[in-house]
């Protein structure tokens, strides 16, 4: 009995030994098999550190693959305070050297941690400090790469670019918009320590870092720099409060060119304010649009059919009368009889203020929303702002007067250029936007392809060249004749918007702007400048901003190489104006009828012979009146 109670209790304790054996097995097992990588990892963390190496960002480049925003590597400061035998003595070489008070760095390489960042101080190191304290050659003190953002035109195109922070973090334009593909992702050098932060003579591992993605713009930083310039002049020529320049491609929506004063240099943005960092004019800044709005109402009248540019007249006196409000024309006694060709070339605005009654409000009303007038483009840039229009019922006569042409309304310059690219490229209204691309940084392969939309019909293609007609005119004839350049055809509207200052406008105080195109015939640029207050000329459009609209075209011609047109709309010169005439083409006449047939020009002659076989300048082309023709002879 007795040894059977044994024998149980050893079966007893034979099973319970077994079991635990089992478990403990099944332990190991699972530990080592499903457990291994975390533990692992753990205890590596125990006893491993990483001095960190920033990634590089993706470069943004123009629509030609030239680099606007790029990466220097620069030296940085870190310390393992662990294995910093006398801190006294480092802490006050790095005081000295990095020009900061003992106390400060002393705080540095004491603290409680694994590795300490220097910060500021220690970031984005001159070679000749970074080595000197290479020299020092310090246990626990180390160097390490860093990348810093540079933007190698300076201000040029600064606004849309935007800037980054210390940590290569993007913090206003592009550089904040697409922050988390140009963003990479940092590597770092790993060693091993032992408990006390000691350093232990194992191989170290590099962790490579992954460079971001680049991001390409539909701009074209030669016609950038074009309108920089022109933007420089007008700062220095008016000092306006505030300037801006915007080109887009009007069939694509494309943005080839947008810039505005006051202005910033990103590799330097601590010395400008958040606010002037912050405000792309072309996008953010809202204002009534004055005369250039008339586009709109040109394009929606042309469109519902009702008026006649040719047959239909308008006598101006000066001034309308709507509900009791008396809306003047800019030239005192009015225009007297017009056709509405010439309302247009004359931005009359009693004649708009017709053509907008003609219309109704409903109707005007839809064909501003239908432009995009009162919302956001949508264009791939943040800050944009919305405007603000009239509700129907909220426009009452004198509302729908003053919307006619372009007061007690706010729009944007981006607005503005989207809405006439429309009107003028045969009717079809485009998201603009101004990336066109990203890709891979080691393949340079396209992994995201931005193209035009297919946008929506808002006029028809009849009433779009019907308008472009009509602003050829406006510059050939009317007030935009500034912006006429001989043998091209361009077309576009002026505008002189009086300032509004807490619900009162302002006196002398306007801006002042042009919408221009071309070639008029089959546009391929549009260009909006607007300027805030220049100072020390008369305030208006056509002559204050037509002629930087011109530099810019002139710019467009050279880059892009728009070709001469025979069918350039006459200039109605005054007396002022330099004059030019078109030259007849006298090729294959004899050299007494070429003679004759350019009286007034001064005439040179080379070969040998009594035919004329070939003339320079060419034939059927405006040039300045009485200037030089060479005429080759022969036989």
């Known amino acids: 009995m007795f040894f059977n109670q044994i024998h149980t209790r050893m079966r007893v304790v034979l099973l319970v030994v077994s079991i635990c054996l089992v478990l403990i097995v099944i332990r190991v097992f699972y530990i080592q098999v499903f457990k291994y990588d975390k533990l692992s990892h753990l205890a590596e963390s125990l006893w491993s550190r990483e001095l960190p190496i920033t990634a590089d960002r993706g470069e943004i480049r123009d629509r030609n693959g030239k680099v606007l925003a790029t990466n220097i590597t620069t030296t940085s400061l870190v310390v393992i305070p662990n294995q910093i035998k006398n801190k006294e003595e480092v802490a006050t070489k790095l005081a000295e050297i990095l020009g900061v008070s003992y106390d400060e760095m002393y705080r540095h390489i004491s603290k409680k941690t694994s590795i300490e960042r220097v910060h500021p101080e220690g970031r984005r190191l001159s070679y000749e400090i970074a080595e000197k304290i290479n020299n020092l050659n310090y246990d626990g003190v180390y160097l390490v790469k860093e990348s810093k953002r540079d933007y190698p035109y300076g201000n040029v195109l600064s606004h849309v670019l ?66 920089e310039n022109e933007l420089d002049n007008v700062v220095s020529k008016y000092n306006p409060e505030q300037a801006l320049i915007l080109a887009m491609n009007p069939k694509t929506g494309e943005i080839l ?18 606010e002037v960092i912050n405000r ?32 239909d007249n308008y ?11 008396r809306i003047k ?38 064909y501003i929303k239908n432009l995009g007038f009162g919302s956001k483009t949508g264009i791939d840039l943040n800050g944009e702002a919305s405007g603000i229009l009239f509700s129907l019922d909220q426009m009452g006569p004198v509302e729908l007067a003053t919307t006619s042409f372009g007061q007690g309304i706010s729009v944007t310059p981006i607005q503005q250029a989207t809405a006439v690219s429309a009107v003028i490229n045969g009717g079809i209204l485009h998201k603009p936007y101004i990336v066109s691309k990203m890709t891979e940084p080691e393949t ?40 006429y350049l001989e043998n091209y055809r361009i077309g576009g509207k002026t505008g002189t918007a009086q300032k509004v200052n807490n619900g009162v406008y302002m006196v002398g105080n306007y ?49 892009y190489g728009f070709p001469k047109s025979s ?69």
């Open 162 to 227: 935007g800037y980054v922070g210390i940590d290569n973090q993007g913090l206003s334009g592009i550089e904040l918009e697409f922050d988390k593909y140009l963003t990479g992702e940092g590597g770092a050098i790993k060693y091993f320590s032992d408990g006390k932060g000691n350093r232990l003579s194992l191989t170290e591992i590099y962790e490579e870092p992954q460079n971001g993605i680049n991001v390409d713009l539909t701009i074209d930083i030669d016609l950038q720099l074009a309108v």
């Open 257 to 274: 060119a947008m810039a505005s004063r006051p202005n910033f240099n990103p590799n330097h943005y601590q010395t400008s304010s958040i």
């Open 280 to 311: 792309n004019l072309p996008i953010w800044m809202t204002y009534e649009p004055g005369s250039t709005f008339k586009i709109v109402t040109l394009a929606a009248s042309l469109q519902e059919n009702t008026i006649n540019l040719f047959k």
């Open 315 to 325: 006598y101006d006196g000066g001034s309308i009368h709507v509900e009791g409000a």
């Open 329 to 366: 024309c800019w030239k005192a006694g009015g225009h007297g009889a017009e056709t509405f060709l010439q309302v247009v070339e004359n931005s009359c605005n009693p004649g708009f203020v017709v053509m907008g009654q003609k219309l109704g409000a409903e109707k005007l009303l839809s």
């Open 444 to 483: 340079d392969s396209v992994i995201q392809l931005n193209k035009t939309d297919e946008g929506k019909r808002v006029i028809s293609e009849e009433t779009s060249k019907m308008v472009r007609f009509a602003l050829e005119s406006v510059v050939a004839n009317g007030s935009g004749r500034n912006a």
């Open 511 to 559: 801006i002042v702007s042009f919408m221009g195109f071309m070639p008029a015939d089959d546009p391929e640029i549009v260009v909006y400048v607007a300027i805030d207050n220049p100072k020390g000329i008369t305030q208006y459009g056509g002559v204050v901003s037509a002629p930087i609209a011109k530099n810019v075209f002139k710019a467009a011609i050279d880059l």
């Open 567 to 635: 069918e350039v709309m006459p200039k109605e010169y005054t007396w002022l104006d330099t004059k030019y005439v078109k030259l007849p083409d006298v090729t294959g006449k004899s050299l007494e009828e070429a003679k004759s047939i350019l009286k007034g020009f001064k005439l040179s002659t080379s070969g040998s012979g009594e035919q004329v076989v070939y003339q320079s300048p060419e034939g059927n082309y405006y040039v300045e009146e009485g200037s030089q023709v060479s005429l080759m002879l022969s036989n």
